[in-house]
């Protein structure tokens, strides 16, 4: 007990204990998620984890722990619908980021689900994962070791039982998504990104087994045959989306399977440093921009639902954030509340979480403060002052200069 209790000292993600005492977050202005306007001089009470209720000032706050959030503005956490989150430290950086809720979209050996555990008991400070598990593609290579039921698909996963398997293995691990793939990969220089994986009836087998446990599936596709195929088999989502036709953006629109365009990573492509360096990929991230921005505008034009996703690791080196994505959604037609729902409301909605993306009685204590109105300057949510998730708070850079 003594060493698992030094081991948690040690840890830095093994943040304080579930406040036992309940806290009034005090001076702050509040923009809820779901309305374009701020509310100031808002209280935002937290009792275990939630949101008690939302007061103004003047309201009684004795018996609670105050925070003083010094007049700047507070809003709903961040909600990254498409993540490789899989360790601890990329955990903790995420939710720096005022990342507080992650759907991930594939790693290697259910670390996703481990997450998920670990911060819905407490013992790390979030984020909240929505987890996919296992990739569903038709090679698994490595991950076949993620379980040993999987060990059998070592030739391949293409048959119906096959595909059937590896989903019922994933939701057995506890995955509460599937991700499985329309088209090849962007970021690797030997794949075309247009190239179409798994058929429509593949995935459509996908999608009925997980549909018999209630399990969505997300689908990443680049190219529009991979694409459409994945909306008419019942997809929830399009992953990427980048040559998305208007046909099959119709389509997304009449199904409301929405769109994740993780456009922030076909920029990492054209930079230097970041997850993707080469000059393959640079190339094709520059060719891809321009390609992601006119489906975007039409997407969005046409009412497509759109949720924000990094599609990264949160590893030490990334430089892609849900942040920059809201800066590009702006920069690409948006207003600053659309982007803002895109990270909190609509993600929430994706994601499935009924009590996840807005500050209201009842809902999840997950929220960010920043240092400006984001819904006049979108930039401000890469500033994050303080980020509070399920009522613990994981980051906190108010009063400056003080402790
Ligand atoms: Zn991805």
């Given at each position: 007990?003594?060493?698992?209790?030094?081991?948690?000292?040690?840890?830095?993600?093994?943040l304080f204990?579930?406040n036992?005492k309940p806290q009034a977050f005090i001076y702050a202005n509040l923009i809820?998620?779901?309305?374009?306007?701020v509310?100031p001089n808002a209280i935002v009470f937290v009792?275990?984890?939630?949101?008690?209720?939302?007061g103004?000032a003047?309201?009684?706050t004795?018996?609670y722990e105050l925070i003083d959030c010094e007049g700047y503005y507070l809003l709903?956490g961040?909600?990254?619908?498409?993540?490789?989150?899989?360790?601890?430290?990329?955990?903790?950086?995420?939710l720096e980021t005022g990342?507080?809720?992650?759907?991930?979209?594939?790693?290697?050996?259910?670390?996703?689900?481990?997450?998920?555990?670990?911060?819905?008991?407490?013992?790390?400070a979030?984020?909240?994962?929505?987890?996919?598990?296992?990739?569903?593609?038709?090679?698994?290579?490595?991950?076949?070791?993620?379980?040993?039921?999987?060990?059998?698909?070592?030739?391949?996963?293409?048959?119906?039982?096959?595909?059937?398997?590896?989903?019922?293995?994933?939701?057995?691990?506890?995955?509460?998504?599937?991700?499985?793939?329309?088209?090849?990969?962007?970021?690797?220089?030997?794949?075309?990104?247009?190239?179409?994986?798994?058929?429509?009836?593949?995935?459509?087998?996908?999608?009925?087994?997980?549909?018999?446990?209630?399990?969505?599936?997300?689908?990443?596709?680049?190219?529009?045959?991979?694409?459409?195929?994945?909306?008419?088999?019942?997809?929830?989502?399009?992953?990427?989306?980048?040559?998305?036709?208007?046909?099959?953006?119709?389509?997304?629109?009449?199904?409301?399977?929405?769109?994740?365009?993780?456009?922030?990573?076909?920029?990492?492509?054209?930079?230097?440093?970041?997850?993707?360096?080469?000059?393959?990929?640079?190339?094709?991230?520059?060719?891809?921009?321009?390609?992601?921005?006119?489906?975007?505008?039409?997407?969005?034009?046409?009412?497509?639902?759109?949720?924000?996703?990094?599609?990264?690791?949160?590893?030490?080196?990334?430089?892609?954030?849900?942040?920059?994505?809201?800066?590009?959604?702006?920069?690409?037609?948006?207003?600053?509340?659309?982007?803002?729902?895109?990270?909190?409301?609509?993600?929430?909605?994706?994601?499935?979480?009924?009590?996840?993306?807005?500050?209201?009685?009842?809902?999840?204590a997950?929220f960010i403060l920043v240092p400006g109105n984001p819904?006049?300057?979108?930039?401000f949510l890469q500033d994050v002052l303080l980020v509070v998730s399920?009522g613990r708070i994981a980051l906190k850079r108010i009063p400056f200069g003080k402790k």
């Amino acid at each position: 007990m003594k060493l698992l209790i030094s081991l948690l000292l040690l840890c830095p993600l093994a943040l304080f204990a579930q406040n036992s005492k309940p806290q009034a977050f005090i001076y702050a202005n509040l923009i809820n998620g779901k309305e374009n306007k701020v509310y100031p001089n808002a209280i935002v009470f937290v009792k275990a984890g939630k949101i008690e209720r939302i007061g103004k000032a003047g309201d009684d706050t004795s018996g609670y722990e105050l925070i003083d959030c010094e007049g700047y503005y507070l809003l709903p956490g961040l909600i990254d619908a498409h993540s490789h989150l899989d360790n601890l430290a990329s955990a903790k950086r995420a939710l720096e980021t005022g990342v507080t809720t992650v759907r991930t979209a594939g790693v290697a050996a259910f670390q996703d689900v481990a997450l998920m555990e670990l911060s819905k008991s407490g013992r790390i400070a979030g984020p909240d994962v929505v987890p996919a598990g296992v990739y569903v593609s038709p090679n698994l290579e490595e991950t076949i070791l993620a379980d040993v039921r999987l060990g059998s698909l070592i030739n391949g996963v293409r048959t119906d039982e096959e595909l059937k398997l590896l989903v019922n293995v994933n939701i057995d691990r506890g995955a509460k998504v599937i991700k499985t793939r329309g088209t090849e990969r962007a970021g690797r220089p030997e794949t075309d990104p247009r190239e179409q994986v798994y058929t429509e009836q593949q995935i459509r087998v996908i999608v009925q087994e997980a549909a018999k446990r209630n399990v969505p599936v997300m689908i990443h596709a680049h190219g529009d045959e991979g694409a459409r195929a994945a909306v008419l088999a019942g997809a929830k989502s399009i992953e990427h989306g980048t040559f998305l036709s208007d046909e099959t953006l119709q389509l997304m629109k009449e199904r409301e399977t929405f769109l994740v365009p993780t456009f922030i990573t076909l920029e990492d492509l054209t930079q230097p440093g970041g997850d993707y360096v080469g000059p393959v990929l640079e190339l094709r991230g520059k060719f891809m921009m321009p390609q992601a921005e006119k489906v975007f505008k039409k997407a969005h034009a046409l009412g497509v639902k759109i949720a924000t996703g990094a599609d990264n690791g949160y590893t030490a080196n990334t430089t892609s954030r849900i942040s920059l994505e809201c800066a590009h959604f702006v920069r690409m037609g948006m207003s600053p509340y659309e982007a803002v729902q895109s990270a909190t409301v609509r993600s929430a909605e994706l994601l499935g979480l009924s009590t996840t993306g807005q500050i209201e009685k009842g809902f999840d204590a997950d929220f960010i403060l920043v240092p400006g109105n984001p819904l006049d300057e979108i930039r401000f949510l890469q500033d994050v002052l303080l980020v509070v998730s399920n009522g613990r708070i994981a980051l906190k850079r108010i009063p400056f200069g003080k402790k």
